[in-house]
């Protein structure tokens, strides 16, 4: 099991609705994909081992994973905080502390997202320099590219300076996860004009003007998807709003047309004959593509996925971790604040 | 000209994307559905003198249909503010004098929002009682029913009471104009439960409880769309944001379907082929049924409407004006307000 692995990713296999299957299978895609990659399997043993048995975890791969037994699993109903005492042994929180002890470089979780973040503020720590972590989620736009929208929903209310760190830490995510050169990096708002927005939004328009990237001015909530931006910061209940609003309206529209085309035998007829160009236009807004919701400043790595993730879904996740390790994703946002930080003394004392 | 009209509307016929000619087909359509209407057109009276010949304003309807001139409208990238200086003789600003002056009980516009919202706010006043007119959209949701979301945009920092006084007006407007009965009145925040929010929207909650209506207590973002609340209150910041991500979203969903369709031979087959279910799904999310974003809390009816709105929209508008003055929603907020100004006064002295 020592395997000469480059990277290892700690995968919680019990979070999200398609738990443990789809994450085993997610998973085991993985590490066929990614010769350099170590996987610590993160959950209950007894049920895992079998289940690994006959989903073919064997040979080459199997040298490249062990499981790492959790005896709990943070339900969907239980508090995000559940982690910190009534479930210490949790799937999560055993992932999180492979970090914190050194022995993984990130944690991969498609279960419960606010004990997720919790686990990975808590138990991995903060990068130093950064006020607060926060999560981002990457948007299929219309031109078929991602947009980076953050903070979904780690921070409810923010100051100015902790939205502007948002947006430098999601350019630099940008930048070298999503291979975005010189991100543009806006600010939500409720107008493009400079003087348009609240009291908190155009301090942080002005703190970003101030720093060292691509800060193309005010965002408005339309530009979320026609890919005017490719990075947008707001405060976490802004954000969070903005996600939840989307997923269902995008999904409402969807099922809507779903039902519409299967009523009769001459609707279904038409959808088999558009299929092919629904097939592409889906994959366009493909979230599954990007797989998961990077939680930005801390210490270590860790991608949230959403609950329902498929194992596609999972694969991503455990992909975007890597490019997260490979690109030094955490030495970029340091010595970015280090910057920072030596330019405001520079300004204070000059 | 003089006929025994039951209510006077001012319409801004200069205002809007289709304006005049469909501002006119809308004017017209309202007049020939509603005998106790009687219009306002105001706008350059030797531009539209001409056009309403050839449009059919003639016999009866003529009669409840007067021209008011105005020498300017407020173009699109003009400041909202421009109505107070250089644009005082614009058609939004000369339609909301007439209200002030008691000659129209509303105006409707589909001109630039800021510009109405300005002139609703400073010609025609405020009601008493209340802190902040709010902008109010009536979102169509998967259930085909309305679902009011406010402020969406006439306020951008607010304070809790604030926003506990846009839901009572929105759950006024919906129980009066709506017809929903009891409406479940829902405060916008990141989570269900009573803990969940910002600072702000958690002391907007306790205020919400307090008061006489039928307050149901956390909406999320997904509750836009899913008919769980009749109103959802934030901040205007909030729902400005929320509103445009969503009409870019379906917009772009709506049209990248559209060119699937019309892809290939076969494809526009089976568009043909599924148009009937399409065309009743499009009619469920129809936005120009509702017609236009009511401002609730000044003195008078005003109805702001999309800048792309068509003949339909401008008739629901209308309509919904009608509405509005048949169901004396101001009486129903003045007395709602004197309510809880007279609870909280007797709380205080208990």
Known sequence: MDAPAVYQIAL????????????????????????GLFLHL?????????????????????????????????EMDDKATCILKEKKDSSIRVA??????????????MGHTGAAMVASKMVMGTLSGVDRPCLATILPNMLGRPTVLLDVGANIDCRPEQIAQFALMGSIYAEEVLGIRTPRVGILSVGEEEGKGSVTTKEAAQ?????????????????LWNGKFDVIACDG???????????????????????????????????????PGLKRFAKKLDYEEYGGAPLLGVKGISIIGHGRSNSRAVHSAIRAA?????????????EALGRQLSQAGTQESS
Not at 12 to 35: F, K, Q, S
Not at 209 to 222: H, K, P, S
Not at 245 to 273: D, H, P, R
Request: aromatic share 4%; proline share 2%.
């Open 12 to 35: 919680d296999v019990m979070g999200g609705d398609n738990a443990p299957t789809a994450i085993l299978e997610g998973a085991r895609a993985a590490l066929e994909a990614h010769p």
């Open 42 to 74: 993160v959950g209950d043993e007894a049920r895992l081992r079998p289940l690994m048995g006959t989903m073919g975890f064997k040979g080459e791969i199997a040298t490249r994973c062990a499981i790492v037994h959790a005896a709990s699993v943070v």
């Open 96 to 109: 999180a502390k492979l970090v914190r002890d050194g022995r993984a470089d990130g944690v991969v979780s």
């Open 207 to 223: 703190a970003l003007r101030d720093m060292d990237l691509n800060f193309t001015g005010n965002a408005e909530g339309r530009d």
């Open 237 to 275: 209940f802004v954000g969070n709003a903005l996600l939840k609003s989307a997923e269902a309206l995008a999904e409402g529209l969807i099922q809507g047309l779903k039902a519409v085309l299967t009523e009769t035998i001459f609707t279904k007829l038409a959808a088999l004959m558009a299929r």
């Open 322 to 334: 890597l490019v997260f390790c490979e690109h030094r994703v955490n030495d970029h946002i340091q």
